[in-house]
């Protein structure tokens, strides 16, 4: 059976998503859009199911599954709908807004049993990103001490406001350190460069382990995502992600792509791929709405420290057994 996918918000990820379910995601098919501009929603179904609104996609016989790629604000009630009609969810992230909204999902998760939410945070499928998960697993470079993080944009989008460089580019950032260390972060100090940015953001986790971040979202010169992990028997990093050295009046180098999605290219549909799989045959994967709602809490601390005096000890609710 072909799981029929419905996508709600068709801009530049639920575009991607779309295109990867139609042409790359044996097993599954893209079955229904909703997008409130009706020339973006139409340029993205050809000939997939137009709905008018996100709830009557939701309760569709025709949807098995929902992928959410709207704006962040629209995330939580959209997944709560999911939640009530027992429809599995990939949202993009952030899960919610704020993290009295995550958490609200998770409750609400909690509450009907079981997961049916997937946050999208993809890096956990990058082929890089897996492979220093995989060294530091093996104990190849020894204990981890120290994660280096560097997250740039060319330029933040134009629906950037407040601290959406924290809660919508840092979480990511968040997300892929407790994942590769396997350590939840109990400190943070924060600090801004001249104007507002580039943003360094130092986090301590439960092991003593050290997390820098570097988020500059108006970098100018490309799309660039690094991480080093500094452990005491050596160093594992990303490699250039660029596919060719380009050399050209007297210089010669590597490429930088205009933004994430050739970046990261793979990771999505990698994440879809398994996402598909865990809904046909059962089981969890990827980012859950637990990881969703501390990723969002974390942040919410960060931007509250960053316009106060920088520091913060970072507090969360108790886990529940769902998430074990
Ligand atoms: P976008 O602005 O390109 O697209 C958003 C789309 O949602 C638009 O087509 C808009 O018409 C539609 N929309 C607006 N209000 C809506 C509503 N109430 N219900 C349904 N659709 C609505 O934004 P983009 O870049 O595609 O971001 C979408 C989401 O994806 C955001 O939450 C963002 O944080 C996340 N994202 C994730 C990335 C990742 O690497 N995982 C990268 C970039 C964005």
């Known amino acids: 059976m072909s799981i029929g996918v419905g996508v709600i918000g068709t801009g530049v990820m639920g575009a991607e998503h779309a295109r990867i379910l139609r042409h790359e995601t044996p097993g599954a098919h893209l079955a229904g859009i909703f997008d409130p501009d009706p020339t973006r929603a139409q340029a993205v179904a050809v000939g997939a199911a137009v709905f008018s609104d996100a709830r009557s996609l939701i309760a569709s016989d025709q949807i098995d599954a929902v992928l959410i790629a709207s704006p962040d604000v629209t995330h939580a009630a959209l997944t709560l709908a999911c939640i009530e009609a027992g429809k599995p969810v990939l949202c993009e992230k952030p899960l919610a807004s704020s993290a009295a909204g995550a958490l609200d999902v998770v409750r609400a998760e909690v509450a009907l049993g079981r997961r049916l939410i997937q946050v999208g945070y993809m890096r956990r499928f990058d082929p890089g990103y897996r492979e220093i998960k995989r060294v530091k697993d093996a104990g190849e470079i020894g204990g981890p001490v120290l994660l280096h993080n560097v997250h740039r944009n060319v330029r933040a989008p134009e629906w950037f406001d407040g601290s959406m460089a924290i809660t919508n580019s840092f979480v990511h950032e968040i997300d892929i350190s407790r994942w590769l260390l396997g350590s939840e972060m109990v400190s943070v100090h924060v600090e801004a460069g001249p104007g507002g940015e580039p943003l360094m953001i130092t986090m301590k986790t439960d092991k003593n382990e050290i997390v820098s971040t570097e988020v500059f979202v108006n970098a100018s010169y490309g799309y660039h995502v690094h991480a080093e992990l500094v452990g005491r028997q050596g160093t594992i990093s990303l490699a250039p992600a660029s596919l060719t050295l380009l050399n050209r009046d007297r210089a010669g180098g590597l490429s930088y792509p205009d933004n994430w999605v050739p970046r990261f290219e793979e990771a999505y549909r990698r994440q879809m791929a398994d996402w598909v799989s865990?809904?046909?045959?059962?089981?969890?994967?990827?980012?859950?709405?637990?990881?969703?709602?501390?990723?969002?809490?974390?942040?919410?601390?960060?931007?509250?420290?960053?316009?106060?005096?920088?520091?913060?000890?970072?507090?969360?609710?108790?886990?529940p057994s769902l998430y074990d």
Do not use: C, H, M
């Open 278 to 319: 865990a809904v046909k045959f059962g089981g969890a994967v990827g980012a859950s709405a637990w990881d969703g709602y501390v990723a969002s809490a974390i942040a919410e601390q960060v931007a509250q420290a960053l316009a106060g005096n920088g520091v913060a000890t970072l507090r969360y609710e108790p886990r």
